[in-house]
């Protein structure tokens, strides 16, 4: 009996201990409460939360571009730029011979990053709105997302053609394709409605420093706004002589907010100076920029332009110029800072004198695999302002050098183009400013052009200067020397002198001719890049 | 020894002085031996009682023993792991008696979830292993205890580092995108892992069917792991100890290019002025070059201790025992520690309580675990180590890895990983009335993951320095409160059982990081010596309800009836996707157990086995389902400030809910020759239905992957056991041995519609999606390009799939699903042969019908991504550009601007199928009648002596499992150890 009664009291007093862990409501104990993180309807509650959707925006910016197969390689199909024969290249070198795969890896890459920015940039556009605060500081951070979207959605169109349009963040496999002025459509829309949001000039860190505009300002709105016109004047849309107009209104509204103080931008007296790390972080010449830092956010872009047998740690040789291009470019400072001048090769790099040869150099006992001139643009050593070609000591890969988007001198090219294709305006000051960009390039005041040149020599030559400012520059910069040519359909011709490869005199009695073949018929289909295999399989409507 | 002697002697006594000795007129004084029948070794402890009385005694050290009773009394002798022997007690005061092993199977009670039951009235099909199978090898972890010695249990060791990630599949691959791990129970409490010393392990059993498995609910879909450690043992205090010193080596190395050879392929690729001649001929000389795999690699040791004690009374009983094993790996300066103390204690409180204890604690360290295979694999031989030797900066590879310098990573970066973990579990038995008892459980495990990192700014020229420190607290908590009544009515037996049961789990974490160390002598212990600092933290938290009932019903053993059903309630799930329900039912008939088999004595056991259950699976993540926005860390404004931000994280999914499993099982057991030889046959399939799918969603919706429950998948497939003592008992040499083999089938059945779902391009060497999930094919095929020929000029032909043609510019449209990196059969083969004091144990272990996708192979012979030159010999020796005859051509040009090297092509596919020597010991026992003091065992092994394969890479069995299944991506392969071994019972 007391053995009955004993079990008895410890059955009560355990039932005691358990009945309230067993009364606790099931429902409660499986509800999720996710301490510490944030859901869509609790953000945008405070102007914090829009500083930190733009630190989001920004830092996906940075590192969806900070190495070429992630953004610029499409570049190589322009007439300035070319890559290694064999090696790793494969991906970048079917772009250079105009005959991309559904499985290029590389194009996977850029496609999936680039889409990165435009869901970025969505979660601001579709949500900022409602934050409480005020009407400005909403308009900053929607101006600056739906500029970055026309951006991207500009990278889209020139690259892949049609792509689908999204502009909400839903998952959805039957998206159609929207044709090329429906993007258009989309990327002008989105860059006046950022016109007229986003700020003359920033104040704050980080959106500004060292008295530059690190974020989206209206310069640099009113330029791409400008370049995307030209763009459209040319193929595939060709409207021609009215966006040529558009383009050089644009084009002008930044030459005269520079021209009277509105923005803080002007030409570096010298040219060695644009791309320097001197300047990395105080670039008064650089309207737009993707910034990085070798303590923070890093690119990988120090050693992807030079050649492997080269010395300073060796290069990836993901690039090199092209021969033809670089025969063409017109010799002076602008040339000595676009290229390496000379070259220390990885044989003669242990010497305690290492010889700086020309790129040129190949001795036939001991033949080079590439010979080819490199660009120097990205090329930086950790401290020090100007790259020297003549220390052969390895650089790291990891860099900091600044992505440059857009720049002014360029903004003086499209002005000056743009008044050249459209036949009208202000011949003078497009001569002016084209003549600003060309005597810096050859380091006096040679002022080559003059009002007599026709509109047609005028765009030309301005279509030549871009050109060599922004020689084998493929860094996010919005127009690449392979969108020049993509708008005004030139890429068919070069096509045509690839396959032809002829040896090219590069210095008294020495040839060279480029080491990638290129063959087969040119077509249209060849100035777009195929949709990456893994989408399609996803959405059929990408199906070419 | 002395004093530990003279302890021993005065506990002895007093468990002597102990057992009172009632002398009565008719009694006598007994005393004896009681020794093993076979090897007439003296036995330790046998507990000797006197039937119907409640005392008794137990042997010495020597196995003497003796006893006071009336004569013509009885006495019950009974050993754990011996038949219980009888012994009429007449006039002849002296008793040697031979006591014999229990190799009768049959008469085991295995641990089934929330109870246990006779082996031989099992329904379901459960495997088992007893600490006997693996005693006499030198096993470190309990994943090595169920390889191969489990039939329908695949254990893959994903790499072969000390503490190294292993795979376990019950029964193939259920679940398509998360989780295919199998439930981890420890001695009733759920456990994230099999962290036990396996000296502690009494049995493991797996859980297979649904019938077995059913029992828990929506985490049983992948069969359920249940461990069971040792109890302390009535009688003398047991004392063991153990060592064992092993020494590791690779097993293979690749075949790689020397300095000159390498300096030649640079010039001759890369440029003639890429090596001097003057350099080259260094090389030649072999003054000058580095061979990596001979600086990176080195004899790894381990130590392995073990001591123990176990002992107690009828009412107290104690099992203690700790574990120490350090561990150098193969590669240099990898280490691992292990540290572990468990205490189980049984108190028999009252008739009616019992109070069962199990604490074990434990620390693991990992030093340096880190070791990228591919990179110093693809180091080139023709460098310098040092950049600026006096500031002691190391060079990177100017020609090929892109990465830093290996060594000097290894030599000045630290990574260091400790885990203390703390499991606690408190079982309180009652027997409310006879045959019911309810008991109450509670269990936590605690666990702590501090890691800490340091990456020296030496590394290479112009680096950056970084430290980080980052702690993980998990705590999961569990009880169960079972209710079970157990009787038997004449020949009917019923055993019920009823389980509310809770548990949760809530995880911490917190961590620094810090960039640009101003001073790098202060290493990871001073974040605020770094110039630019950011910190961490998180929370999760998750929890299960969970209530249960099981009838099992037998009659006269001959028919056997079970029944389960289960309801889970995650908090996984939102609300209206909660709860899962998941019954099972199984069927048993024992045929020998007839009236009409009676008579013939060919089957002690002829049982038929079938069973139908659903069984559940929840393994996502917390908070998988809520749609919670992600955090970007990286800075994008170009400082080197920290600014956070935050932007679309996962999709919402609110109607994500269980994934079910259909299992159907039929089994049939059978015994002969008096039990000497078991046969266990096993056929089953499992149908997924409602898959866990995580579904791609399309790049230009930003990528990432989200959950829906869509597809279905079947798993199929057959297994056999046999295990049998050959020689029988009077034949000097004992031989046990025990086979098994199981095959699995995969299939997916349904994807919801789609035809396919390809992954994303993961491994960034310039492959594609590599894997592919299709209607009809195994989870785990390949998706691959077929690889034809070499062209004219070298360059790689593949074929068209439109047309059959061939081309050196495939499309994605020519990947064709291919191969499977799941094996089709798994066998294990284990035998310990026995002779006087002499222990042979021969363990192999074969998986058949698996491939491999040798990434470190194409890695290795193309200039890929990162690895942007070539390092393996043939690929230059033997490449195209080099052979005379092209139709010797082993490789592809490198130099050719139209040939493609795809990493996703079958070329690089291969048969991975082996067979692995795994173990062979061989031991010689001293008796303590020699040695005076304790049974000394001393023994010496190998693991991973041989390995038969076609396989071309470092190991067949291991792989790269960051993304892919059956990928080799420079995966740390299992090492060839040779063990040396002394085992001490006092």
Known sequence: MTYMKTIYRVLRNLGLVLLPLWLVSCEDLLTEDPKGQLAVVNFFNTKGDLDQSLNAMYSILANEMYANNAVGFDAVSGDDITTHPASNKQSIREVDSYNISNNNSWADELWNRRWKVVKAANFIINNAERTPTTKEEINKALGQAYYWRA????????????????????????????????????????????????????????????????????????????????????????????????????????????????????????????????WNSSNPEVLLGIYYSRTGTITNATLCDFLADMAYGGGWGDTNGEIKFWKDFPDGPRKESTYFSKIILMSDANDDNPVLRDWWYDDPNTPRTVVAPCFMKKVERAGEDYFDVSDPSPINQNGEKMHQVIRLSEVYCWYAEAVGRSGEGDKTLAVSVLNEVRNRADGTASNRYSTSMSYEELAESAYNEHGWEIAGYYWANIATRARDMFRMNRIKDHFEFRKENPEIEVASGVFRKEAIPVTGVWSDSKMYFPYPANDVALNPNLKN | MNDLRKTFSCLLLLLLASVTSICAQNTKMYSGTITDVDSNEPIIGVNIILKGASRGTITDTEGKFSINAPIGSTLVLSYIGYLTKEVNLDNNPLLNIAMQEDQQQLSEVVVIGYGTMKKSNVTGAIASVSYKQFKDQPVKQISDILQGRTSGVAVTNVDGIPGGNVKIRVRGTTSINKSSDPLYVIDGIVASGLNVNPSDIQSIEVLKDASATAIYGSRGANGVVLVTTKKGKEGKVQVFASVDVGISNIVKKYDLLNAYDYGNALNDYKGSNTISAETLAEYKNGSKGIDWQDLMLQTGVSQDYKLGVSGGSEKNKYYISANLLDMTAMTITTKYQRAQLRVNLDNKITDWFTLS?????????????????????????????????EKGIYKKDPYNSVDPNPYGKRVLNKEDSYTYNFNGNMDLQFKLIDGLTFSVQGGLNYANNPTYTFDSSLVQADAVSDMSNASYTNIFWQNTNNLTYDKSFGDHHLTATAVFEVSGSEGKSLGITGTDLQNEFVGYWNVTNAKTRDASNGYSASSLVSGLARVMYDYKGRYMVTGTFRTDGSSKFQKGNRWGYFPSTALAWDIAKEDFMKDQNIFSQLKLRGSFGIVGNQGIGAYSTLGMLATTTHDGWGTDQVHTGYWTGNLATPDVTWESTYQYNAGLDASVLNGRVNFSFEWFRKDTRDLLLQKQAPNYNGGGTFWVNQGEIKNSGVEFTVSANPLDGHCPVQWQTSFNASYVKNEIMDLAGDDYIVGANNTGWGAGPIEIKKVGYPIGSFYLYKWKNFNSEGANLYERQSDGSLTTSPTADDLTVTGQAEPKWTFGWNNTVSWKNWDLNIFINAAVGQDRLNMSRFGLASMVGKYRFISLADAYNQGWDKVDNKADALFASHSNPDNKNYGDSDFWLEDASFMKLKNISLSYTFPRQVTKIADIKLSVSAQNLYTLTKYTGMDPEVYSSGFYNGVDLGAYPVPRTITFGMKLNF
Request: aromatic share 14%.
């Open chain 2, 357 to 389: 204890t199990k604490i074990n604690a434990s620390r693991s360290y990992s030093h340096n675990g880190s070791i990228d295979m591919m990179t110093f694999l693809n180091y080139s031989p023709t460098m310098d180590m040092f950049e600026d030797e």
């Open chain 1, 151 to 278: 951006y991207s959605y500009f990278y889209f169109v020139m690259t892949w053609g049609k792509v689908p349009m999204v502009v909400k963040d839903e998952i959805d496999y039957n998206m159609p394709l929207a044709t090329i002025p429906e993007i258009y459509d989309l990327i002008v829309s989105d860059l006046q409605k950022a016109e007229a949001m986003v700020p003359i000039n920033y104040t704050e860190e980080p959106y500004a420093r060292n008295g530059v505009n690190i974020a989206v300002s209206q310069a640099a709105v009113k330029a791409t706004l400008s370049y995307v016109y030209m763009a459209m004047a040319g193929w595939p849309l060709n409207k021609g002589t009215a966006y040529y107009k558009l383009a050089a209104d644009k084009a002008k509204e930044v030459i005269d907010g520079v021209k009277n103080s509105t923005y803080n931008n002007s030409l570096l007296p010298e040219y060695k100076d644009v791309y320097s790390l001197k």
